[in-house]
């Protein structure tokens, strides 16, 4: 997490490959719980415009968030954090991400859809983006 700009807005960083295996048996009950820190955070630390940066290198499938937690998300946040959100950076984006976002594209609003970017490399995210304020993992990085 960072901020840029003058009026201090958000970066929040978020790596996948950090989330817990889809094969623990308490997986559901984890995934819930994160999703609820990760919205408390979100409405602390956003006052004003914000940008995910969403690291999906290094993540192994089996750690990939499921289509049924992302859509329980988008659908709990709240009206002021999907407007004020202003980019959402996949970095590192794999076929199984764009497949997914492509087949909820219609279901998803063209809002939000606009503000998707697809970024290939770390190089090309730091022509977007401070990267002074952004922590990427080293596992990512290699």
């Known amino acids: 997490t ?8 958000a970066i929040i960083v978020f790596a996948a490959c950090f989330l817990p295996d889809s094969g623990r048996t308490d997986y559901n009950y984890v995934m819930e719980n994160l999703f609820l820190y ?25 750690k990939m968030p499921g289509l049924a937690w992302m859509k329980k998300c988008y659908q709990m946040i709240d009206r002021r954090l999907r407007k004020n ?3 959402f950076i996949i970095v590192h ?3 199984f991400i764009r497949t997914i976002l492509a087949v909820t594209r219609p279901f998803i609003s063209s809002k939000f859809s606009s503000k998707i970017q697809y970024v290939n490399t770390l190089a090309e995210l730091r022509e977007m983006i401070p990267m002074e304020y952004v922590h990427i993992p080293d596992s990512i990085v290699k």
């Open 93 to 95: 984006p794999s076929w």
């Open 85 to 87: 959100l202003k980019s």
């Open 2 to 9: 960072g901020y840029y700009g003058d009026g201090l807005n």
């Open 38 to 62: 990760v919205i408390s955070t979100l409405e602390l630390m956003v006052a004003e415009d914000y940008m995910i940066v969403y690291l999906n290198g290094a993540t192994p499938r089996r």
